[in-house]
């Protein structure tokens, strides 16, 4: 069974950082591209970061409003990706959502369950 949970959400002051986690489990992590997307209410889910799996060298994406302020890693002995989220915005409240997508099959694709990202003073 695969499961995505992720963690470290919660309420923070514009300024401040947060560190996401996502752990893995029910599949062979390293293999996988793995992302980090957010769903403000009333808005569509929206991609801010994505590490590449594989074997091929290692790769990140970023949404343009997240560049320079978000760094996405991961850890493959832990299976587990992460968000560094600095400089947090109001505008960066979301639900936030870790997403594993199989390097040579898009059909092995699995969210998890979300957490809560709220930026206010």
């Known amino acids: 069974q695969v499961q995505l949970v992720e963690s470290g959400g919660g309420l923070v002051e514009p300024g401040g950082s947060l560190r996401l986690s996502c752990a893995a489990s029910?599949?062979?992590?390293?293999?996988?591209?793995m992302g980090w997307y957010r769903q403000a209410p009333g808005k569509q889910r929206d991609l801010v970061a994505a590490i590449t799996g594989g074997f091929r060298d290692i790769s990140r994406d970023y949404a343009e409003s997240v560049k320079g302020r978000f760094t996405i890693s991961r850890d493959n002995a832990k299976n587990t990706v992460y968000l560094q989220m600095n400089s947090l915005k109001p505008e960066d409240t979301a639900d936030y959502y870790c997403?594993?997508?199989?390097?040579?099959?898009?059909?092995?694709?699995?969210w998890g369950q979300g957490t809560q990202v709220t930026v206010s003073s």
């Open positions: 997403n594993a997508r199989h390097s040579t099959n898009s059909n092995r694709d699995y």
């Open positions: 029910g599949i062979k992590f390293s293999f996988y591209h």
